[in-house]
């Protein structure tokens, strides 16, 4: 009998808000920081979750280089 196995991809990711289909999620990762980063309380930045980060190339913050 084969059994197989995926690697978890969404490692770290989080119960938020996908700022491209518009709705809760639980792969939900930070692909964009706010324009303000560093510069005090504003805007977050944004999320999206694995389906929409497949579909539309988005790269997590976390992996970019």
């Known amino acids: ?23 809760y999620t639980r792969t939900a990762r930070l692909v964009r920081l706010p324009a303000d980063q560093g510069s005090g309380a504003g805007a977050p ?12 190339d988005l790269v997590p913050v976390a992996d970019q280089s």
Not at 10 to 16: I, L, T, Y
Not at 45 to 56: E, N, Q, S, T, V
């Open 1 to 23: 009998m084969t059994v197989e196995t995926r690697q978890n991809t969404d490692a770290g990711s989080s119960f938020a808000w996908c700022s491209w289909h518009q709705g």
């Open 45 to 56: 930045g944004l999320f999206a979750c694995a389906p929409c980060r497949y579909a539309l």
